[in-house]
């Protein structure tokens, strides 16, 4: 029996007892299955695990050097010509759905490859399987700032996505805790690993399916408006500090550089216990603030980013790089920077875009950001031909930019 507090409640928010019910069971849904693809990703992250498998079949540098691009460009690349079929969906977690589903194949195919091929046959076929990943991401990618803004309220957004986080994090500590130690000394534990995130994403594509999505409308344009980028200078001041940004993604592997003399492996797990302890003392946090105020936190975040790739140069200019100890304590803090960036920039997307135009705003920025982190990455190749020092004096001056241009960007009001 509805109470009139309860009734009074339901006339002021329009949410019903039912709703609120479930957005519960979907808040579950969505942390569960983000944890798990977020685990998934930790064991089979191309910038370190691929790389490090590639290397142990024995595959050409060229080929190895390839992985990250693909990984990057194609998981954005793609998702200006999937938003106009996103937004023609129905429900649209049915995208996010097989973009998982395709992620776990792509990685179950990984593991074929790493157990039959070895030295360019192997690096041709991980890039292939790779860039089936990523494309399957960039379905994930493209659909769920829709999917989460149409079943979880605005100011429990970032608390969903930064517990998932958090939660994911304890596995890869896990994981990195154990390369660390050198009881992992072949090939085999990293492809069973990759077989565990193959698992994973499918698992996670099975329980997404669940989730109670209330239907689109059917009869929407599914062109891609690009009405936005003509017309909105916020949202291009996004695209720019969201760009200048991406280097807190780029610039871990020349941290791991600087470390010399570690072996291929120890400078694995070492880079993933940095990413992953910053991510679970971080990502809930972020995400709280980022509720509150999503472009400080980008402020706060791109200066930091920018602090610690500076500090990372001094320790190298002093001959401080080579201790067991100096470079991970920077990389994690740095990497603290990094989890600020991602989950602000999230939370700023989906709060600034109207209503159901968020794929396509989604889309607009994903495509812009994988042409900038392209050109970003090629810089920085560039400068790494002078050495890791300059490629992080490079990215330590586009964090400071970004985060400050991050202040221009207007404050999205709470509903």
């Not at 998934?40 to 992250?45: F, N, R």
């Not at 460009?73 to 106009?84: D, E, N, R, S, T």
């Not at 472009?295 to 610690?308: E, N, Q």
């Not at 989950?343 to 709060?351: F, K």
Request: proline residues 3%; glycine residues 10%.
């Amino acid at each position: 029996m509805t109470t009139p507090i309860q009734s009074a409640y339901e006339e002021i928010t329009g949410a019903t007892e039912d709703v609120r019910a479930r957005e519960a069971r979907n808040g579950v849904r969505h942390m569960l299955s983000l944890s798990m693809t977020k685990v998934a990703d930790g064991l089979i992250d191309p910038k370190l695990v691929l790389s490090w498998l590639a290397g142990a079949l024995g595959a050409p540098a060229a080929l190895i050097g390839l992985l990250v691009p693909i990984r990057e460009a194609g998981a954005l690349l793609p998702q200006i010509v999937m938003a106009g079929w996103v937004e023609s969906m129905t429900h649209r977690k049915w995208a996010w759905v097989m973009g998982s589903f395709g992620q776990g194949v792509a990685a179950l195919a990984i593991v074929g490859i790493a157990l039959t091929m070895t030295e360019a046959a192997a690096g041709v076929a991980l890039c292939a399987a790779l860039a089936v990943l990523a494309v399957s991401r960039a379905a994930c990618s493209v659909s769920y700032k829709d999917i989460l803004g149409k079943t979880v309220q605005k100011t429990r957004r970032g608390a969903v996505t930064g517990v998932a986080g958090s939660v994911a994090s304890i596995a890869v500590l896990v994981f990195a805790g154990l390369l660390i130690s050198g009881l992992l000394r072949d090939v085999l534990p990293v492809v069973v690993a990759i077989g565990l995130a193959a698992l994973l994403w499918v698992g996670a594509a099975l329980l997404f399916s669940r989730l109670e999505e209330k239907a689109s409308d059917e009869t929407r344009d599914t062109t891609i408006d690009f009405t936005p980028l003509k017309e909105d200078a916020q949202f291009r001041m996004f695209i720019l500090v969201r760009g200048l940004l991406t280097v807190t993604a780029l610039a871990p592997p020349y941290f791991v550089m600087l470390g010399g003399g570690q072996s291929a492996l120890q400078g694995l797990g070492a880079l993933l216990l940095a990413s992953a302890a910053a991510a679970f003392v971080s990502s809930y946090i972020w995400g709280r603030f980022s509720d509150r105020s999503a472009r400080k936190v980008l402020f706060a975040s791109g200066l930091m980013a920018s602090i610690f790739a500076a500090l990372a140069v001094a320790a190298e200019v002093v001959g401080w790089a080579k201790s067991v100890w100096v470079i991970p304590l920077i990389l994690f803090f740095f990497m603290l920077s990094y989890q600020g960036v991602r989950s602000a920039r999230s939370v700023y997307l989906v709060d600034m875009s109207p209503g159901d135009a968020r794929s396509s705003y989604a889309a607009l920025a994903n495509t812009a950001i994988g042409v900038l982190l392209l050109l970003t990455g090629a810089l920085g190749g560039v400068l790494a031909l002078v050495g890791p020092v300059a490629s992080l004096i490079g990215f330590a001056a586009l964090s400071l930019v970004g985060g400050l241009l991050a202040l221009r960007l207007n404050e999205v009001e709470q509903d």
